[in-house]
């Protein structure tokens, strides 16, 4: 409820700015709203938000895999950590945007290019959670494991992998977070389609709302699927915390 009433709090303040401005810097939410309706009706809409929607998807999903996969190494075998730890550095300080050049250059103005982008930038973020998570691991229920002569996919399944599901649920929500930011900037720079392209085409036009249109839509499909499938996610993955 509290939420909500702010949302409206929020609503009414900008509807109020914008009558006061008078400006088309400035639209309201009415012209924002008829602009959401036109541009959904035309089919515009929902095809450039499922072009930005896949691309996350994808890239979320590469990096997760490769990170949950690396971060685990390093914080379970220190020789693994201590040389990789100085890629994991570079990773985590090189900007985004240079990232992203650096791949269409190298790769080309690719759809191929674009999700690698993506997938690098959002990978050692993964990698520093999951090594946490690895390095968090109880040797003591590891011990009792190799005592009851549980062989070792057993163990994975049973001892390791639920003690790192926070983790993994940890990493994903704020991957999400960040994924989704980076694809604008990637479809902004080097891509014909998607939610960023579009945003950088009213830009050069000044057309602030299709500006808002766009990026309030595309802001609300975010938080329902985070407010719907990612944290119900990871508070089904804490519970194995709260049982022990």
């Known amino acids: 409820m509290a939420r909500l009433l702010s949302i409206i709090v929020l609503v009414v303040i900008w509807a109020i700015a914008a009558a006061l401005v008078h400006s088309r810097m400035l639209p309201g939410p009415l012209a924002v709203v008829s602009e959401i309706v036109t541009e959904t009706a035309s089919g515009e809409l929902p095809y450039q938000m499922g072009c930005t929607l896949a691309r996350v998807v994808v890239a979320f999903s590469i990096s997760l895999v490769l990170g949950a996969l690396a971060g685990f ?8 950590d201590r040389y990789a730890d100085p890629w994991l550095v570079v990773l985590l300080n ?122 309030l839509t595309f802001i609300a499909v975010m938080l329902t699927i985070e407010n719907l499938l990612v944290q119900p996610l990871e508070r089904r993955a804490q519970r194995w915390r709260r049982r022990t």
């Not at 190494?73 to 220190?78: D, E, L």
Request: charged residues 15%; hydrophobic residues 55%; without cysteine.
């Open 94 to 215: 090189l900007p985004a945007l240079v990232t992203i050049i650096f791949a269409y250059i190298w790769i080309g103005l690719t759809e191929t290019a674009a999700i690698l982008a993506v997938a690098l930038n959002k990978l050692p973020n993964v990698v520093v959670v999951m090594r946490e998570g690895a390095r968090s691991l109880d040797p003591e229920l590891d011990e009792m494991a190799r005592a009851f002569g549980l062989t070792g996919s057993v163990r994975m399944r049973h001892v390791v992998i639920p003690q790192l599901v926070p983790y993994f649920a940890a990493a994903s929500r704020s991957g999400l977070s960040i994924a989704w930011k980076i694809v604008l900037v990637a479809e902004l720079i080097g891509r014909p389609n998607g939610v960023g392209f579009v945003l950088g085409s009213a830009f050069s036009l000044f057309d602030l709302t299709k500006i808002l249109s766009y990026a």
């Open 73 to 80: 190494a390093m914080g379970r075998w220190k020789r693994v």
